[in-house]
């Protein structure tokens, strides 16, 4: 499951690499999309605020930007490639303690957000943010039970006698 990660600003101490390339691959395989190509990028405010005033023409800094590849003129062509999901961290933390929650889980529901937005969810009427909600809380569920699960265990290798 190609998940690759680009942590900008940090490190972000509470966001292991390893669990985080370890929820997006959950989320994943919950679309049934293990084999498909992701991006994550978890960044500060600046960057994000730059991103959405070039390429939403929003003047401020936002929690979570998707970018498909999948859409548009060329979408055909992307293959295996979903495209770029980017969360700002210092966003996220806000957002957190407002809700009285742990950045992970903020984290967590940020990132299938943006990957849900990559799959053509949409949250403008509605139907859809019901759907769309409903649809985070099933890939955050996933990514849970990943947090979980015990780590691969390396098989021994068998020694010839």
Known sequence: MPVRLVIEGGPYAELPQRDVLRWARAML?????????????LTDD????ELNRT????????????FAQREGELGESAGRILGDVVVSIP?????????RRAVTAEVTMLIAHGLLHLLGYDHQ???EDR??????????AAARTAQTAPAPVAKEAKRKA
């Open 29 to 41: 395989a919950a679309v049934d999309l293990s084999r498909a190509e992701l991006s994550l990028v």
């Open 46 to 49: 600046e960057r994000i605020h």
């Open 55 to 66: 390429y939403r023409n929003k003047d401020k800094p936002t929690d979570v930007l998707a």
């Open 125 to 127: 009427t509605d139907a």
């Open 91 to 99: 966003t996220a933390r806000r957002q957190a303690k407002a809700r």
């Open 131 to 140: 759907l769309m909600r409903r649809e985070t809380r099933r890939l955050c």
